[in-house]
């Protein structure tokens, strides 16, 4: 049975509005676990469009239904969060909140999610298996995912599908990858306890700025001599806080960073090995370290018939040469994968970047993502979705 409905209302027609809606979004940015105008926003908009819509899932996450309740249930999910980072594209709907920016494209992302829900809000309902858009707080600091978990916001779902805006592929095209897609996440601590002293005299001092130098460089080469070479890890120190006075050697150093892999298996031993090495170094010279990991995010695995799903509606809506194999996974994180740990499920690249000319990565405050990208989104992700509901009807239908 086909459920599209050849009447409904074209995206083209509201896309306008909701372009504007995603620039007031941009313009008006909340931190991760303060989404609450966003949220608010958000709720709003698809109680207008008729679906069943629950608040304060996860914190200030929002989790809407539309559908006749009954058969496989097939989900979204977009984020809402924006970063600690001063916007400085110049547009006229910059960010109106200083060092706060939408510099990860999640007002495109809940812009998505909104457009996608008034689409299938023109379908019959009665003819459409359930559906639920999880609309999740707190990506950035890897907590919102596990906050809707524990809501039971992934409770009935057999698929989710998901999207991130790509900046290396070109506005028009999507990025598709089996498969394990992005690396399991940590943070790494490190308290370097020495003996300070006076400046002139290092050799009375335990110098833990030194150590915790050491520290930093021989991490680097334990990786590259003591770990297989063909599984990455990385491991950046992106703060150092140590030291009183210019000629006070500190007592102590305080590090912290993060660490990415791809494997499973290597990821968690990876743990245990870097507080013995990271100890023996600090030992070795006459210090104490001490060491807290805490993991982020597992690995997002992409599901090979889910992302084949997307694939085919992809090639289908843009052309076989807009639909690019992604052969590498990314060694950034994504919480993503905390729903994946209880559903089968598939991450979208989108690209956004100027068809003529390029977009700045990620986390930058230059970063501007094409609005023409937003149509795509919508079209590439509403297809998939009612083509997995298509598929799951005739399936079920054979088995009668």
Not at 237 to 257: Q, S, T
Not at 291 to 304: E, G, K, L, W
């Amino acid at each position: 049975m086909n459920f599209r409905n050849s009447d409904r209302l074209t995206l083209k027609s509201f896309l306008p509005q909701l372009i504007e809606l995603r620039r007031h979004i941009h313009a008006h940015p909340e931190l991760s676990g303060d989404e609450h105008q966003t949220a608010a926003l958000v709720a709003g908009e698809l109680r207008k469009y008729g679906w069943d819509v629950k608040e304060s899932v996860g914190r200030t996450g929002i989790v809407a239904e539309f559908g006749n309740k009954k058969g496989p249930m097939v989900g979204l999910r977009v984020d809402m969060d924006a970063l600690p980072i001063e916007e400085k594209t110049g547009l006229s709907y910059s960010s109106l909140t200083t060092g706060v920016m939408h510099a990860c494209g999640h007002d495109l992302h809940t812009c998505i999610g909104i457009g996608v829900a008034r689409l299938f809000a023109e379908e019959d309902p009665n003819q459409l298996t359930p559906i639920r858009i999880l609309f999740q707080p707190a990506e950035e600091i890897a907590s919102g995912a596990k906050w809707m978990k524990k809501d039971g916001a992934t409770k009935g779902l057999e698929a989710l599908f998901g999207v991130h805006v790509y900046p290396e592929l070109p506005s028009g095209h999507i990025g598709v990858r089996s498969g394990i897609l992005t690396a399991a996440a940590g943070k790494l601590e490190i308290e370097v306890l020495g003996n300070g002293g006076h400046g002139a005299r290092p050799h009375q001092t335990v110098d833990s700025i030194w150590i915790a130098s050491k520290i930093i460089t021989e991490i680097q080469e334990s990786i590259s001599r003591q770990l297989d070479a063909l599984l990455p890890v990385v491991v950046s120190f992106g703060k150092i806080e140590g030291g009183k006075a210019f000629n006070v050697i500190a007592d102590r150093v305080k590090l912290i960073g993060t660490v990415r892999c791809l494997d499973s298996s290597l990821n968690n031993m990876l743990p245990n090995w870097l507080e013995t090495r990271i100890k023996s170094i600090a030992s070795s010279l006459g210090a104490e370290a001490l060491v807290t990991y805490t993991s982020i995010a597992p690995p997002v695995f992409n599901d090979a018939y889910l992302t084949g799903v997307v694939e085919e509606c992809s090639k289908e809506l843009l052309g076989d040469e807009k639909v690019i194999q992604l052969n590498m996974p990314s060694l950034g994180a994504e919480d993503f994968a905390e729903f994946l740990e209880d559903v089968p499920g598939t991450m979208i690249r989108l690209g956004v970047a100027p068809p003529k000319g390029n977009c700045a990565p990620l986390h930058n405050g230059l970063f501007a993502p094409d609005e023409n990208s937003l149509e795509v989104g919508i079209n590439v992700i509403f297809s998939t979705l009612l083509t997995w509901i298509e598929k799951q009807t005739s399936c079920t239908k054979r088995k009668e």
